[in-house]
């Protein structure tokens, strides 16, 4: 079976929300990458993949936290990208 999914892109929220490290010069991702492969990593470790639900609540949960604590930093792009990933990854397992 194939499947095939179209993921929309808004330029104009792109530019506002991405985590550049450079913003003036759009450059680096390792502010994005640190949140990924430390925070993210640490919050979903353990997580039975059987469902995305679990995952996507786990996020959720420390995306409010985070809101919360830090209101003008912009990483909602990045834990949209790791929901995203899980559901496809998980996806492709069954």
Excluded at 29 to 47: P, Q, R, V
Excluded at 60 to 86: I, L, M, T
Aim: hydrophobic content about 40%; overall charge negative.
């Amino acid at each position: 079976m194939r499947f095939e999914h179209i993921l929309t892109f808004d330029q104009e929220e792109h530019e506002k929300t991405f985590l550049y490290d450079n913003k003036a010069e759009k450059s680096g991702l390792s502010t994005a990458c640190g949140l990924i492969n430390g925070e993210i990593s640490k919050l979903l470790k353990g997580t039975l993949l059987n469902g995305v639900t679990q995952a996507d609540q786990k996020l959720a949960e420390y995306y409010q936290k985070r809101a919360e604590n830090h209101p003008d930093d912009a990483f909602f792009n990045v834990v949209k990208g790791v929901s995203e990933a899980v559901f496809f990854a998980t996806a492709a397992c069954f």
